[in-house]
């Protein structure tokens, strides 16, 4: 096996056809520029990041239908942080909030169970927003709100399956060479659930953990794959993630959730790609089938084209002029994962 | 008892509140005498004056609580300056309910910050407003600067070196954890700076900037000194910036070092000349046992904070954008 060092050579020196890599998960995108990768690639390796940020793909509409339940009368709106600040149509859920709506942050969507027993008159909504990552918590979720017979939680869903999303930017232009793999996502569907992917669109695809080494050793993998004109899903992070996944965390899933066609900011209607409650748990669901994906995007927002990795966020007229993390035009602009507002912050 | 409408009233009720909590803790000469104002003899020369207000919850971590990082908070706001500080006004916003056993503790502890800080408690004032038994101070502070004195956050130089007095975060882990009942160790930081700041005047250090790293952690300030100073800030590589369990605690809630709140920590720009004598001065002051140094002052024609990457670049550190918020994962 390579040292860190000789792959660091190895990738720098590359002076094939040019090669563009996507890493699918945001928060892969921070450790590349907290660790600066860029500066170790050679010309002729791009990294692009990808969709897998999931305030960047919840519909603009899905923060509206969340802002108005939050200034409804005698009801509440749990969400995580991270979701304040995305601009709805109407505003975002710090400006519901400022308007005397009821936003509460939680810190795990288990605070609500609390909060629900302490005012049994109040009816919360939890904003379910999320991957496989987060998926699994709010089945657990579903799970104690039965235990406790609580009827006073409901869940507005915009839970988003990754895979077939990747399908669809395999079968999009312009093409990916390879696809760097997400930790935490993988870590429930397991490293062998990329395979078909990786037979279907002969694409190479390495799982990494958020290290310095791991992220080197993920494109050094692709490189090599690539090359060699191989197209394997390899699983670079073995101490956290495991080929078949976390199968107890999935069961718990298939117990409440059933896969159906969602909505993805800038990407528009993929079939089976998110997680809906199952019918026979609606009377827990707020309403989630309502929200649409019909609205343009304010102000000429890219960030659907941004989340392909079709442009680069400098592309984006919108970039650093009317939109800074001050004063987001979309979501990549404000979550921690999105392109935009970590390619800002990184600017030098 | 609990403090209802007639403590801030004017009459008895709040006449024995102030005597048996305020004055019982604060007592001297000029705050005893109960004039409307308090009239001080200060030496001529300059005079640092500010003002702050904490409405921290919970009221207690850790370490300290309200009334403790009120003084602190006033008083780390004026050695920044180059002051020594010596008066405060303490004003407290009572919700009714608030128990006056809290509300004692509370007194008791700025009396013991400000013993530490060696300010006296000068004036004060009293409201109880509809709530749910919160409590809310408002410190303002007097403080001596020497004529010749002007540190700055607008005197960095290209040049200097950035000392940096202790760990980051601790005080933001410890509040955080209280508000979200996660069960560790991590302690408040907060503290008055008196002896590391007096200290390095002292030693004759030519001190160009100091600014304690309250909210937005120390990349917000850093970007405020650049802003101020018109200069870069560049900070070094492989930098051990939070003790072992704050960092486990970041990690976890997707928090970083840089950019969380302190009450006890400073950041210092002093030329390349001093930076060895200044160090040593923080090593051996109270609280700065953790001193390091961590970068330098460049000349730039835009001013910005950057650090090395492990992949020997650099990237930039931007002012903390919005809230320091809990992640979806």
Known sequence: ????EQCIQTIKAYSGPSIRLMEVCGTHTHSIFEHGIHDLLSPQISLISGPGCPVCVTPANYIDRAAEMALREGWTLCTFGD???VPGEQGSLLEAKARGGDVRIQYSPMDVLGWAEAEPNRTFVIAAVGFETTLPVYALLMEHLLDHGLKNVRLLTSLKAILPA????????????GFLGPGHVSAILGSAAYEPLCKKHHIPLAVAGFSFEQIVLAIHDLLMQVQADTCEAHNLYTNVISQEGNLRALQLVDKYFVHQTSNWRGLGEIEASGYVLKPEFECFDAGSQFVVNETPERNGCLCGQVIIGRISPADCPNFGTICTPASPQGPCMVSMEGTCGIWYANQA | MKINAAHGGGGKLMNRLIHDIFEKHFANETLSAMEDAAVLNLPAGKIAFTTDSFVVTPLFFPSGDIGKLAVCGTVNDLLMRGAIPKYLTAGFILEDGLDTETLEQVA????QAADEAGVQIVAGDTKVIDGKGGLYINTAGIGLVETSLN??????EAGDVVLLSGFLGNHHASIQSGRLGIENKIQSDCAPLNDMVLGLLKAGVEVHTLRDITRGGLASVLNEIAEGSGVCIGLDGGLILADAEVQGFCDILGLDPLYMGNEGKLVAMVPERDAQKALSV????RYGENAQRIGKVSACEKPIVTIRTRAGGTRRIDTLQGEGLPRIC
């Open chain 2, 108 to 111: 008791a502890s700025m009396k």
């Open chain 1, 166 to 177: 990747l399908h669809w930017i395999c079968e999009s232009d312009p093409a990916i060479d």
């Open chain 1, 83 to 85: 979701m304040m600040r």
């Open chain 1, 1 to 4: 096996m390579k040292s860190i």
């Open chain 2, 282 to 285: 923080l090593h051996n002051a």
């Open chain 2, 151 to 156: 540190v700055s956050v607008h005197r960095a």
